[in-house]
C-alpha cells in the first residue's frame, strides 16, 4: 500500500467530530458549490457554520448553515455563492465548542479552455468499493455517480424512508465519506434508488423519492421545476448533459416529451458553442434489453436523426446499469437503426462500484469486462485543452479487487476534437446603483447586421437585457443585477454563434 492511503486514511479516522458528520458536497459551477451535512440530533442544536478558505488569498467565507427535519432526519444545508472560478478551496465545519481543522477541498468550475479530470461510475450494491482511495488519487474536480447509489429498493411515499439509504447506504461508509471530503458529487438515480427495481414513471413513491433527492443531496437545479431530475452544467469545453431515464419514463418513451425537448436545445446549444457534449445516461446505450435504450427505438432513433440533422459531431455517451467497463470508439452502432450516425460517436460503459457482474448487450470496440464479485470499476476521463483551439479527451476503464494494492486498466483510448477559437473582447462593467441598472460595455464589437447579442449567466440563464451602441461599443442594460457571477456573451448571426467569456460583476 503507498503511503498517501496510509496518510489518508490516518488524516480520515483521526480528524476533529466535524468531519465524521456525514455530507457531500455538489451543485458545483463557476462561482457556487453547495453542501448538505447530517449531523445527529444533539449536534444539530448547535449553532453550525461552513467555513471555506482561500488559500491563494487568505479570504474566509461563512456560511451558516440551515437546519431542517425531516421525521428523523436532521440535515444542514448551505449554497456559496460569488467564489472565483477555477479556484482551490479548502473548507469545514464549525460546530459550536469544537476545535477544528480544514480537512475538506473542492475546485470551482471554469467555462473558459481549461484542462480538468473526472471520474465516473454506477450501482453501489453496499458500501466500502475498493474503487474509492484511487478515485481519490486520481484527483479529478468531480465524481459522476451514474444511479443504483444503493439496492434498497424504497417503494413507499415517506420523503424520510428515501433518506434513510443516502445515509447507511453510502455517506456513513468511511471510504465514501473520505471521497466526499476530496470530490464533489453530480448523481442521478436509476431503478433501485428511485423506487425500486425495474420501477419507472409514475409510482406511488415517486413524489417522495424526487423530494428526498433534492432535500439530501446537493444538486444541481433540475431542467424544470416539479418534473423529473435531468440537469446541464459546464467544465471548461464540455457540457455535460445528465438524463433523468427513470422518472419520466411513459409507455413507449424513456424520456418524457418536455425532457426530449430539453435535451435536443442542450445538445444544440453545446454544438453552436462548440463545446463537446458529454451525455450521462442511467441505462446502457447500446444492447436490447427491455430496460435499456433498447426498449425505446422510437426515442434511441429520434436523438440520432436529430444529431445526424444538425451535423453534431463533438458527442460522447456515457452509461451506468450494466455492471461492467467498456469502451465503443463508435464502430458498432450495430443495433437496428433506419439511420445510422454519420459521425459515429464514442459510447462509454461505467462498472459498478461494488456489486455482481452483468452484460446488457452491445459490442464494444475495447471490449466489455464484466465486473468480478469484490471488484470495483471505474471510469477515469481526462479533458486535455491546449487553451489553441485542441481538446483531447483521454479516458481508461479501472478495476479495483479487494485486498489488492493497485487497479487494473481494461482499457484506453483518447478523441480528439478542435474547438473554434472565439476573439478577445474588452469588457467594462458600469453600475448604477441609483437605478438599480447593471451595464457591460463591450468594446470594438463586430456590428454587423443580423447579429444579436445576450448576455448569459454562468448557469446559462439568459438576462433580459437591452443592447445600445454605436460602431466601437455595445452598451448591454439589466435590471436584474443581484447575484449574477460569471458573464457570457453571445453573439449569434443565422446559424453562426460565439460565445465569449466575461469577468465577474463587481
Not at 149 to 165: F, S
Not at 216 to 233: C, K, Q, T, V
Not at 360 to 375: D, E, I, M
Not at 389 to 398: D, R, S
Amino acid at each position: 500500500m503507498r503511503l498517501f492511503h496510509f496518510l489518508f486514511v490516518f488524516l480520515f479516522i483521526g480528524t476533529q467530530n466535524w468531519a465524521q458528520i456525514p455530507h457531500w458536497l455538489g451543485g458545483v459551477d463557476g462561482n457556487s458549490a453547495k453542501i448538505k451535512a447530517f449531523p445527529t440530533s444533539e449536534q444539530a442544536k448547535q449553532d453550525a457554520v461552513w467555513e471555506i478558505l482561500d488559500p491563494a488569498s487568505g479570504k474566509i467565507r461563512r456560511i451558516r448553515l440551515s437546519l431542517r427535519k425531516i421525521g428523523s432526519h436532521s440535515i444542514w444545508s448551505a449554497h456559496a455563492t460569488e467564489l472565483d472560478e477555477n479556484r482551490l478551496y479548502l473548507y469545514r465545519l464549525l460546530v459550536k465548542g469544537q476545535d477544528t481543522t480544514y480537512l475538506g477541498n473542492f475546485r470551482t468550475f471554469s467555462q473558459r479552455p481549461i484542462s480538468f479530470r473526472f471520474a465516473l461510475s454506477s450501482c453501489s450494491f453496499r458500501p466500502g468499493s475498493p474503487a474509492y482511495i484511487p478515485i481519490v488519487e486520481f484527483k479529478p474536480s468531480l465524481f459522476l455517480h451514474l444511479g443504483d447509489l444503493h439496492y434498497e429498493n424504497i417503494e413507499t411515499n415517506r420523503i424520510e424512508d428515501h433518506i434513510k439509504p443516502y445515509l447507511d447506504r453510502f455517506l456513513l461508509g468511511k471510504k465514501e465519506q473520505a471521497l466526499c471530503l476530496q470530490v464533489p458529487m453530480a448523481y442521478i438515480w436509476d431503478d433501485h434508488d428511485y423506487c425500486g427495481n425495474n420501477s419507472s414513471g409514475p409510482s406511488a413513491c415517486g413524489d417522495a423519492a424526487r423530494a428526498a433527492y433534492l432535500s439530501a443531496f446537493p444538486a444541481y437545479e433540475p431542467y424544470r421545476m416539479g418534473a423529473g431530475l435531468a440537469h446541464a452544467f459546464q467544465q471548461g469545453s464540455v457540457r455535460f448533459i445528465v438524463l433523468d431515464l427513470r422518472s419520466e419514463r411513459r409507455e413507449s418513451n424513456i424520456m418524457s416529451e418536455e425532457q426530449m425537448q430539453w435535451f435536443k436545445a442542450e445538445l444544440l446549444k453545446s454544438h453552436q458553442s462548440h463545446l463537446v457534449s458529454v451525455v450521462l445516461s442511467s441505462v446502457s446505450w447500446y444492447g436490447n434489453e427491455q430496460d435499456n435504450w433498447g426498449g425505446f427505438p422510437k426515442q434511441r432513433q429520434e436523438i440520432l436523426d436529430f444529431v445526424n440533422e444538425q451535423g453534431i459531431e463533438k458527442l460522447v455517451w456515457m452509461c451506468g446499469d450494466a455492471h461492467m467497463n467498456a469502451l465503443d470508439d463508435g464502430r458498432n452502432e450495430s443495433y437496428p437503426l433506419k439511420k445510422a450516425p454519420r459521425i459515429p460517436f464514442p459510447v462509454i460503459q461505467a462498472g459498478s462500484l461494488l456489486s455482481f457482474g452483468s452484460h446488457k448487450g452491445g459490442t464494444y470496440s475495447h471490449g466489455a469486462f464484466v465486473n468480478p464479485l469484490g471488484a470495483g470499476q471505474w471510469v477515469e476521463c481526462q479533458a486535455i485543452d491546449n487553451g489553441e483551439g485542441a481538446l483531447a479527451l483521454a479516458v481508461e476503464g479501472k478495476q479495483m479487487m479487494a485486498g489488492f494494492l493497485e487497479p487494473k486498466t481494461m482499457f484506453q483510448e483518447t478523441f480528439f476534437w478542435s474547438i473554434p477559437q472565439t476573439k478577445p473582447v474588452s469588457t467594462k462593467f458600469e453600475v448604477d446603483s441609483s437605478k438599480g441598472v447593471f451595464q457591460v460595455k463591450i468594446s470594438n464589437p463586430d456590428r454587423q447586421s443580423g447579429i444579436i447579442y445576450r448576455l448569459r449567466t454562468g448557469n446559462g440563464r439568459i438576462l433580459d437585457a437591452a443592447a445600445t451602441g454605436s460602431s466601437d461599443h455595445l452598451l448591454l442594460s439589466t435590471a436584474n443585477s443581484s447575484g449574477i457571477g460569471p458573464l457570457f456573451l453571445e453573439e449569434e448571426n443565422g446559424d453562426y454563434k460565439r460565445v465569449y467569456g466575461l469577468k465577474s460583476a463587481p
